[in-house]
Each structure stands twice: as C-alpha cells, then as structure tokens.
C-alpha cells in the first residue's frame, strides 16, 4: 500500500476574497485543514496617506483623514483636529466638545454594527447582518443630517466643527437609538445563545493578554483578554470624564469575548450619547485661536464695518449640506482673528470679507499656523488607541502627519492567533479583527 | 519646570547617551543616541516602578537638510501608571541605522518594516527586514522629503 502523502499544501486567501472584507492576502500553509504558517501580506491600500498630508495645509488633511476609518470617519476627523489643537494650545467650546462626543459614539456604534454584522453573515447567519444594516442606516441617517454626508463627511475642523447640529437632531437621535437598542436585543437572541455561533467562535483565536499587550493591540481586542485599557477612561479627553459609563472587558481573549465586548460597548456608546444629549450646553462650536468668544456681529472686518453692514443683512441662509435653508448658523461661530476657523458660510456665500476670510485659511501659505513642535494625540478608535502624532515647523503645512492605526498591530498578530487552528476559522477570526484596509494601510 | 519622575529616572540611571530631556506640551520626550536605545527600551519596560509594558506606536521623521537627517520616534505606555514617554533618536543620513527592538515587544517587528519601507533606516538584529506596505520592486522610500510626491512607479506585470 502506497504511503499517504504529508506535505503541506500553500493556500492563498485574497486579495480578492468574498469573505475577506478588505483587500490583504494570507499566504496560508495548510497540514489537511489545520494551518501551520500564516505570511499576512498587506498594503493593497496604501494611497501615502500621511506624504499627501505634508503637501496641503492643515485644512486639507481632514478630508484624508475621513478614508482612513471608514466606517468611523468621524472618530480619525476629531483625532486629527484635536491633536493640531494641542499643538496650537486651543481650547474648544464646551458645545463642540459635546458634539464630538456624540457624533463619535455614533461612529463606534456603526463601526461595531458594520463589525458584528459582517462577521456573523459570514458564518451564515445573514439575518444578523441585515438586521445591524438596517441600524446602521439609521445612523448614518443621522450622520447625513449633521454633516451632509455619510461616509466622507469632512465633519471636523480645527477649533471646532464644520456646522451646529440640526434643531430636531436629539429627537430624531433617541429615536435612532431606541430602535437600534432592540435591534441589539434581537441580535442578542439570535446569537449569543445560538449553538452554532457559540461553538464556531469559542475558542476559537484565542490570545493571552500577555502577547495582546507585547503586540501593541488596543481597543475591544484587548479588553477582550480581561485588560480595561481604555483611553476613554485611562486619558479622557474632550468631556468623556463627564459621563458614567463602564468598560466591558472579557477573559478569554477568543472570537466569542470579542463579539460579547462590543455588543456591550454599543450598549454603553448608547449610554453616552443619551447623557451627552441631556447635558449639552447652548454656544458657539467654534472657537478662534486665542481662544475668544465674541460677539457675532463683530464677525466683519471692523475697518470696513460701515461698508458691509448692509450686505450682512442680505445673508443667505444655508444648511450644512447646502441643500436648502431652515437654521442660521451664523450664530455659531465666534471667530475673531480669521486666522483659525472657517468663517461661517452664510458670509462666505453673500460679501467679501467672508469670502476673503475664506480665502485666507483655504489658500496655500495663508492658512492655520501652528507653532513649531509635536504633538502625540491619542484617542479611543472603534478598533483601538488611534493616534495622531503631529509635527509642525511653524508653517501651514504638517511637516509630518503620522497616523497610529490600531488594527495595524492586531494584523501584526494575526499570524500569531491563526497558526494551529482550523482553515475555516480564518474566517471567523479574521471577522472579529475588523480589519479596516483604510487605517491599516493609510 | 521640574521634570517628571519617569524622566528623573531616566537622568539617574543614564549618564550618558541623553542628548535632551524636556517636556513639550506636557508631554515627556526624551532624545537619546541610538547607542543606548535598547538599554533604554529595556529600562523603561522592565524597571519594577516604571513600567512601560507597551510600544504603542513607532515611527521616523525626516528633518530634511538638516544633521542628523533623521530621527525615529517611539512612544511607549505604562499601563501600570498610566503615562506616556515619547523617545527619540536622531539617525545619521549616512549610515541609518537603528538596534531592533523586537526581542523586547514582538509588535516592533511590523513598525520596524513600516520605518525602514517609508524611510530607509534600517534595524539591526531585525529577524525579517523587508517592505510591509509597498512592493518589494518598489524604488525610493516614499516619505523622504526628497521622494517626490508625484514620481509614479506602477507595478505592471507581463505585458504579452
């Protein structure tokens, strides 16, 4: 009788696979289905992120930063924003700090929706999947209403943000919310006690909280060894420290803690929004760099106050998302030097000073000015400690953006999780890492 | 302004080495010759106050004109104490070379691959120092300031 054969086979799984969400290739080696070695191949995506950031002004970088996380823009938008604040010693309004709390949990939420959901359809409970679409949408409903997009929205600005909130927006939010709760108590139901899913994911990519942390990984990863690392709660930064909420941790560090963390972590996103709504103060949401509130109508150029004073009455009354006219948003903003935030639109659309003013940030050698330094800004990602490491040289362009994306060392560690456990578990695992291609590569 | 304990330590335990000390922002730097940089590494992670368990994030700068050309950047977490030290050390243009860290944190070994596709500076003792984001027929690192921005290098395969 002929020997058996023992050689390992070499699989290749991606680029290009139906159950690989984003684009990076495992040059896996197989024993019969169990996988021996793991080559993690990435970079598919890289369009120099952070080389296009030296070459625009400050400004410019926000509309980069949106694709790096792309399913949680608005998260990497406020890094970035708050880590040139640093740097330039601003402190924003209190009704801007709120409104990035909010908007920021709403990106967590998605986030954890689109993670969930994909990784649940891909071990064939497709239900779940169009059930956290379904309150995904209705986030990003409430995304589109805010910043007048749904994924490159561009929302954040350096002291402060692009555009007040809409007037029914903590109506229209609660109720997003109250219906994305029982989406999450159906989810619940369907799987955490589903024998299934239970035994495809526990146990299954397992890691010690020893080798997380030598790694470098961060976020629901972590926590899913049972560390409560969290920069929320750890460096609370905007007003995070003004809100109860908990850090769900979980002690075996495998598929199943992962899922079970970041369903509890919608739960407590959900709870933040709900205080941050309730505690929101009236006031501007933009602020000039010495830091300055004052009087709207003190927004034209004094010199020529005289000469504009009635243009200013013919302004045009726009929405964020240009789209039609209801709320003034002119109120809003308290710049008075013009040398940090956008003047409002109203302006920039009816005399020219604003128009000028416009100019003068948007223009090639003009625009914000940081003084010369570095800064490292760490803030709490969907995937982990995303952080923006800064470094100015006085000009109006970054000499150096560097962007810390944290599902770069939980890729690093991949190979790790997978080597001894079965082909078809790549997939599960490889679902729980939420891999986003667009932060990984940059 | 009084330094802060983790920078104190630092001053104690190494004479020298230490090029600056300070903390910009609030932020604790310290600029160190790559000479003592894995004893340094070594130090903050295994001294018993200390603590500094993870290497968060890594990355180069290229001071472009300027002596030394380069400088790689280190941040580290305690999450014993719960603070940040930002380490850096400037790198010859000449000959840029750095001491691996990877016996010290395994997650060194992809941002060293990272530094060394981005900017050329190489890591001594590295197990696999190759390109992670670009392709290995890739010419240039494209975030040296002398790369240009709209050089292009596309990867065509066989033509027939």
Same mark, same amino acid.
């Given at each position: 009788?002929?020997?058996?054969?023992?050689?390992?086979? @070499?699989?290749?799984?991606?680029?290009?696979?139906?159950?690989?969400?984003?684009?990076?290739?495992?040059?896996?080696?197989?024993?019969?289905?169990?996988?021996? &070695?793991?080559?993690?191949?990435?970079?598919?995506?890289?369009?120099?992120?952070?080389?296009? *950031?030296?070459?625009?002004?400050?400004?410019?970088?926000?509309?980069?930063?949106?694709?790096?996380?792309?399913?949680?823009?608005?998260?990497?938008?406020?890094?970035?924003?708050?880590?040139?604040?640093?740097?330039?010693?601003?402190?924003?309004?209190?009704?801007?700090?709120?409104?990035?709390?909010?908007?920021?949990?709403?990106?967590?939420?998605?986030?954890?929706?689109?993670?969930?959901?994909?990784?649940?359809?891909?071990?064939?409970?497709?239900?779940?999947? @169009?059930?956290?679409?379904?309150?995904?949408?209705?986030?990003?409903?409430?995304?589109?209403?805010?910043?007048?997009?749904?994924?490159?929205?561009?929302?954040?600005?350096?002291?402060?943000?692009? +555009?007040?909130?809409?007037?029914?927006?903590?109506?229209?939010?609660?109720?997003?919310?109250?219906?994305?709760?029982?989406?999450?108590?159906?989810?619940?139901?369907?799987?955490?006690?589903?024998?299934?899913?239970?035994?495809?994911?526990?146990?299954?990519?397992?890691?010690?909280?020893?080798?997380?942390?030598?790694?470098?990984?961060?976020?629901?990863?972590?926590?899913?060894?049972?560390?409560?690392?969290?920069?929320? &709660?750890?460096?609370?930064?905007?007003?995070?420290?003004?809100?109860?909420?908990?850090?769900?941790?979980?002690?075996?560090?495998?598929?199943? #803690?992962?899922?079970?963390?970041?369903?509890?972590?919608?739960?407590?996103?959900?709870?933040?929004?709900?205080?941050?709504?309730?505690?929101?103060?009236?006031?501007?949401?933009?602020?000039?760099?010495?830091?300055?509130?004052?009087?709207?109508?003190?927004?034209?150029?004094?010199?020529?106050?005289?000469?504009?004073?009635?243009?200013?009455?013919?302004?045009?009354?726009?929405?964020?998302?240009?789209?039609?006219?209801? &709320?003034?948003?002119?109120?809003?903003? #308290?710049? +008075?030097?013009?040398?940090?935030?956008?003047?409002? &639109?109203?302006?920039?659309?009816?005399?020219?000073?604003?128009?000028?003013?416009?100019?003068?940030?948007?223009? /090639?050698?003009?625009?914000?000015?940081?003084?010369?330094?570095?800064?490292? *800004?760490?803030?709490?990602?969907?995937?982990?400690? /995303?952080?923006?490491?800064?470094? #100015?040289?006085?000009?109006?362009?970054?000499?150096?953006?560097?962007?810390?994306?944290?599902?770069?060392?939980?890729?690093?560690?991949?190979?790790?999780?997978?080597?001894?456990?079965?082909?078809?578990?790549?997939?599960?695992?490889?679902?729980?890492?939420?891999?986003?291609?667009?932060?990984?590569?940059? | 302004?009084?330094?802060?304990?983790?920078?104190?330590?630092?001053?104690?335990?190494?004479?020298?080495?230490?090029?600056?000390?300070?903390?910009?922002? %609030?932020?604790?730097?310290?600029? $160190?010759?790559? =000479?003592?940089?894995?004893?340094?590494?070594?130090?903050?992670?295994?001294?018993?106050?200390?603590?500094?368990? !993870?290497?968060?994030?890594?990355?180069?700068?290229?001071?472009?004109?300027?002596?030394?050309?380069?400088?790689?950047?280190?941040?580290?977490?305690?999450?014993?104490?719960?603070?940040?030290?930002?380490?850096?050390?400037?790198?010859?243009?000449?000959?840029?070379?750095?001491? =691996?860290?990877?016996?010290?944190?395994?997650?060194?070994?992809? !941002?060293?691959?990272?530094?060394?596709?981005?900017?050329?500076?190489?890591?001594? %003792?590295?197990?696999?120092?190759?390109?992670?984001?670009?392709?290995?027929?890739?010419? %240039?690192?494209?975030?040296?300031?002398? !790369?240009?921005?709209?050089?292009?290098?596309?990867? $065509?395969?066989?033509?027939?």
């Amino acid at each position: 009788m002929a020997e058996p054969r023992t050689e390992t086979m @070499l699989l290749n799984v991606g680029p290009s696979h139906p159950a690989m969400h984003g684009v990076i290739q495992i040059k896996a080696e197989l024993d019969g289905e169990i996988v021996r &070695k793991a080559d993690i191949e990435i970079g598919y995506l890289h369009r120099a992120f952070e080389k296009h *950031c030296e070459t625009g002004t400050y400004t410019q970088c926000f509309p980069y930063t949106d694709r790096l996380n792309y399913v949680s823009p608005l998260i990497s938008n406020f890094a970035f924003a708050t880590g040139v604040e640093k740097l330039m010693g601003l402190n924003i309004p209190e009704r801007c700090s709120y409104i990035r709390v909010i908007m920021s949990e709403i990106s967590r939420l998605t986030d954890h929706l689109t993670c969930v959901g994909a990784s649940a359809m891909e071990l064939g409970a497709f239900s779940v999947f @169009l059930y956290m679409i379904k309150a995904r949408e209705w986030l990003y409903e409430l995304v589109e209403s805010v910043t007048g997009a749904r994924l490159t929205i561009s929302y954040g600005r350096i002291g402060g943000v692009k +555009a007040d909130l809409p007037e029914d927006f903590e109506q229209k939010c609660l109720e997003a919310l109250q219906k994305t709760r029982e989406v999450l108590e159906e989810v619940h139901e369907l799987l955490s006690g589903n024998r299934i899913f239970y035994d495809r994911m526990r146990g299954v990519g397992t890691i010690s909280a020893e080798d997380a942390i030598g790694y470098g990984i961060t976020g629901p990863f972590l926590r899913s060894t049972g560390v409560d690392y969290d920069v929320r &709660k750890a460096f609370p930064y905007l007003v995070y420290d003004r809100f109860d909420f908990d850090i769900p941790c979980g002690d075996h560090g495998d598929n199943y #803690s992962r899922y079970l963390v970041r369903m509890e972590e919608m739960e407590q996103s959900i709870r933040i929004i709900e205080q941050a709504l309730d505690q929101i103060p009236e006031g501007p949401t933009n602020v000039d760099p010495e830091g300055q509130v004052i009087a709207p109508d003190l927004m034209a150029d004094l010199g020529k106050f005289g000469k504009t004073a009635g243009l200013l009455q013919n302004e045009v009354l726009i929405q964020p998302t240009l789209q039609g006219s209801e &709320k003034r948003y002119h109120e809003g903003i #308290s710049t +008075a030097l013009k040398t940090a935030s956008l003047p409002p &639109k109203e302006q920039v659309y009816s005399n020219i000073e604003g128009l000028m003013n416009h100019f003068k940030i948007i223009m /090639l050698g003009h625009g914000i000015c940081p003084p010369q330094g570095e800064v490292y *800004c760490p803030f709490e990602g969907a995937n982990g400690e /995303l952080g923006f490491y800064i470094v #100015s040289d006085g000009t109006d362009q970054p000499w150096r953006v560097r962007s810390h994306p944290p599902c770069f060392p939980i890729m690093a560690a991949l190979e790790k999780i997978l080597v001894g456990g079965q082909m078809a578990d790549i997939v599960a695992t490889f679902g729980s890492v939420n891999m986003i291609a667009g932060e990984l590569d940059r | 302004m009084s330094l802060s304990t983790t920078l104190e330590k630092i001053k104690e335990q190494f004479d020298e080495g230490i090029v600056t000390l300070h903390q910009p922002l %609030g932020q604790d730097t310290a600029v $160190v010759s790559a =000479s003592v940089i894995v004893d340094l590494a070594r130090f903050l992670k295994e001294d018993s106050a200390l603590r500094y368990d !993870y290497l968060m994030d890594m990355t180069a700068v290229d001071y472009f004109k300027k002596t030394p050309r380069f400088e790689v950047v280190y941040q580290f977490l305690s999450l014993k104490n719960l603070t940040r030290i930002r380490v850096k050390v400037p790198v010859d243009a000449e000959k840029p070379e750095v001491e =691996s860290l990877v016996s010290l944190w395994p997650s060194a070994n992809w !941002y060293e691959r990272e530094v060394y596709d981005m900017f050329g500076i190489t890591f001594r %003792g590295h197990p696999d120092l190759k390109r992670i984001l670009m392709y290995p027929e890739f010419e %240039g690192h494209p975030l040296r300031k002398d !790369y240009p921005i709209d050089r292009r290098q596309p990867l $065509v395969g066989p033509q027939d």
